[in-house]
């Protein structure tokens, strides 16, 4: 298995408009577009960094997802690093392998195909890390 691309950085605000402007007015990065995921009541807004990597900033669309108690209880700031990789299963395993707690058991499917699975902050020096793998492009 291969760790292909930091995939994402992900930036949790109280207010997207306010955080675009230092994402995008200030430092120049384009905004591709801002889209609610309501499985996980947060708005997204997606800044693409070169050609593989993005700054997603987060801000919660409801009081009670799990973004808005990030927020309540540790303020905005960066919320996870998404490694994307081009195992997700074969890269869960060799993580448990090493002992690693994983939040998520089994790789989770977006609409778009994408599967994920973070991992938890505690077995990662209290970084919340998040896998994804593409769906397969042909
Ligand atoms: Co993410």
Redesign the pocket.
């Known amino acids: 298995m291969t760790i292909k691309s930091i995939?994402?950085v992900?930036i949790v605000t109280g207010d997207i408009d306010e955080a675009l402007a230092f994402w995008r007015d200030a430092l120049g990065l384009p905004l591709d577009h801002v889209e609610p995921v309501a499985a996980e009541g947060v708005n997204v807004a997606f800044l693409p960094v070169g050609g593989e990597s993005a700054v997603?900033l987060?801000e919660p669309a409801t009081d009670d997802s799990g973004v808005a108690r990030y927020l309540e209880k540790r303020g905005p700031g960066i919320?996870?690093i998404?490694l994307e990789v081009d195992d997700i299963e074969a890269t869960m395993a060799r993580l448990t392998a090493h002992g690693v707690r994983l939040i998520n058991e089994q790789p989770q499917a977006r609409d778009n195909g994408t599967f994920?699975a973070f991992v938890h902050p505690k077995s990662a020096g209290g970084v919340l890390v998040?896998l994804?793998q593409q769906p397969a492009q042909d």
Do not use: G, I, T, V
């Open positions: 995939n994402h992900a997603e987060l919320h996870h998404c994920y998040e994804y």
